[in-house]
C-alpha cells in the first residue's frame, strides 16, 4: 500500500531559456525586414497635419465659447502657427491679448504640392480668396459665431529618405469645418482622399 502513493514528478511549466532565445531572434530578424519598408514620412505627415487641423478646431472652440474673434496665422517660414485672442474683435494683436506658438513637428513644413485640391496648380502652401495679413503672416479669423474670414487650404510636406508625402486642410468659410487630405499616386494620377 505504501508503494501505491508515490509522489509523481511532473514536469515545470515555462519556457526553457534556449526557447526564449530562439523566439527573440527570429523576432529581431523579422523587425530588421520590416523596419526599413515602414513609411515614417507618411506617418510624420499624418502627425503634422492633424495637429494643423487640431489648432484650426481649437480655435474655432475659443470663439464659440468665448464670444470674440480668435486668429489662426501660418509662419510659413518656422513652420508654425499662432493662436490670438482677438478680444476687442479690431483684426490685429494687442500686447495684452493672450497668444501662443504651436510647432509642428520635426521634418515638417508647409509647402507647394504637385497639384491643388480645388486647382490643379497652386501658388502658395496657404491659400485662400480673402486669407488676412496679421503682422505679416496668412491668418484666418474665426469669429463669434464659428464661421471664419474665408475658405483656405493649408498644405503640409514631409519628407523623409527621399520619400515625400503632402497633406492639406480645408477651411470651409461659412461653418469653419476643417476637412484633412492624403495626396495619394504621383505625377498626374494624383489624387487627394479624405482622411477619416
Known sequence: MANSHRSIK??????????????????????AMAIPKLNLSQFRADAAAQQVRSVFQTAQRTSLTRQFDVIVSVDTAQFGLRIAEDVNNDGTIQVSEWKFWRP????????????????STVTSSVIGAQLKIVDGMKSVIFHRDGST?????????????????????????????????????????????VVQ
Open 149 to 193: 474670414s474665408t475658405d483656405a487650404e493649408i498644405y503640409v510636406q514631409s519628407e523623409y529618405k527621399g520619400r515625400t508625402d503632402y497633406r492639406a486642410i480645408s477651411v470651409t468659410r461659412a461653418t469653419g469645418r476643417t476637412e484633412l487630405y492624403r495626396l495619394s499616386g504621383t505625377g498626374s494620377t494624383a489624387t487627394w482622399q
Open 10 to 31: 511532473r514536469p515545470r511549466a515555462g519556457f526553457s531559456m534556449v526557447e526564449i532565445i530562439i523566439v527573440l531572434v527570429m523576432m529581431a530578424v523579422i523587425a
Open 104 to 119: 509642428t513637428g520635426e521634418g515638417n513644413k508647409f509647402a507647394i504640392p504637385p497639384k491643388g485640391l480645388n486647382a
